[in-house]
């Protein structure tokens, strides 16, 4: 799985994410998706499909992030917005799921699209996504 850190001001430290950015307006999420995974980790996916869209905090924003699963990716070269200063790791499946139960990962999309990533392996008899 390819994860990104970055310092995020909010909460005033590094965190581990699955690559995720805004989107344009007008943008369809799955251009956006493709976009920011290239700009941030320099890969592109030779497969992208939908799994499932979040709302974040319906208490207070409308905010909503759709969550693609990514695979057959080949790398080319990160092209990051000129403010962002990201760094980008590759992890087993087991090991980030490992990091969410033990409350290492915070992000809430990276939680869910790790879980959804898990439940699909498993369902496919732990063939490779």
């Known amino acids: 799985i390819v994860l990104v850190r970055q310092y995020r001001t909010a909460i005033d430290r590094v965190t581990v ?7 344009d307006p007008g943008e369809d999420p799955l251009d956006c998706a ?5 700009e ?18 319906c208490g207070f924003c409308d ?5 693609y699963l990514a695979t057959k990716l080949e790398f080319d070269a990160p092209n990051p917005d000129d403010d962002e200063f990201v760094n980008v790791d ?13 409350g290492k990962i915070e992000d809430a999309k990276t939680v869910v699209g790790a879980l959804a990533c898990d439940s699909i392996a498993h369902r496919l008899g732990g063939t490779e996504l």
């Not at 941030?40 to 905090?57: K, N």
Request: glycine letters at 6%; charged letters at 25%; a negative charge.
């Open 17 to 23: 994410e699955i690559p995720a950015g805004k989107l």
């Open 34 to 38: 493709k976009r920011e995974l290239h």
């Open 40 to 57: 941030e980790t320099g890969f592109r996916a030779g497969r992208i499909r939908f799994l499932t869209s979040i709302v974040t905090s």
């Open 63 to 67: 905010e909503i992030i759709h969550i």
């Open 90 to 102: 590759l992890v087993p499946l087991h090991e980030l799921i490992d990091a969410v139960l033990d």
